[in-house]
């Protein structure tokens, strides 16, 4: 598997307002995942979107995936306090490995 | 019940000194992995084991041994650990190995070598 890149490094955001995140890769996928990480704790599962789906939503997350421009966009809406964490994507190319990026740091300001 | 647990979740040892962590999955996963997470937040995957046998050994010194007894536990040994063992370690399972399902990590353990 590859590691995605995600983007920006760092968001900082109000209480209320959409954060967008983006993560890119180089290589063809099977599936993208995305992952928070909250202060000292293991990453949690948020959402697999595999190659042929173009978005998928879950609860007040919606991820977009565009294999042409090898890129994905995780939308938090209407964000909370308790939604600042790091954020990882992990493109699934179908290897052994589960690799993931440098991460984006979402903080939501009250 | 927690899915992946580790112990201990905090680790203070000196330079020098061998240490274990531990890591239990209670789902039934056939795969688990080794993670590292240095102070700037970069995950490295180290180890990856699929139904006890070690699929995935990436560049880590072999002061680092992962030991599987069963596919549910997957330990991991460090001999003469060096200051720049620091990190947090995660330990993560999944029902098969790869990007392809969702994986479990978990809590962490913070090692600190002084």
């Known amino acids: 598997s590859q590691q995605g890149e995600e983007d920006p490094q760092a968001l900082s955001i109000q209480e209320g307002e959409n954060a967008t995140m983006n993560c890119s890769y180089k290589?063809?996928?099977?599936?993208l995942q995305w992952y928070r990480q909250n202060s000292g704790r293991g990453l949690v599962h948020l959402i697999l979107i595999r190659s042929n789906e173009r978005e998928k939503h879950s609860g007040r997350l919606r991820v977009t995936l565009d294999t042409s421009k090898k890129s994905s966009s995780l939308l938090i809406t209407a964000s909370r306090a308790a939604d600042t964490a790091s954020y990882f994507c992990?493109?699934?190319?179908?290897?052994?490995?589960?690799?993931f990026g440098k991460g984006m740091k979402l903080t939501v300001n009250p | 019940d927690t899915a992946v647990s580790q112990t201990p979740k905090y680790l203070v040892t000196q330079m020098g000194n061998d240490k274990s962590i531990k890591c239990e999955q209670n789902l039934g996963h056939d795969t688990m992995y080794w993670y590292k997470q240095d102070s700037k937040k970069f995950l490295k995957i180290m180890f990856s084991?699929?139904?006890?046998?070690?699929?995935i050994n990436e560049t880590v010194p072999n002061r680092f041994s992962p030991k599987s007894p069963d596919k549910a536990h997957l330990n991991l040994h460090i001999n003469s650990l060096e200051l720049g063992d620091s990190a947090v370690y995660f330990c993560a399972s999944s029902q098969v190995s790869g990007g392809d399902t969702e994986a479990f990590f978990g809590q962490g353990t913070r090692l600190t070598v002084v």
């Open positions: 992990a493109p699934g190319g179908g290897s052994e490995k589960l690799v």
């Open positions: 290589t063809s996928i099977n599936n």
């Open positions: 084991y699929n139904n006890k046998e070690l699929i």
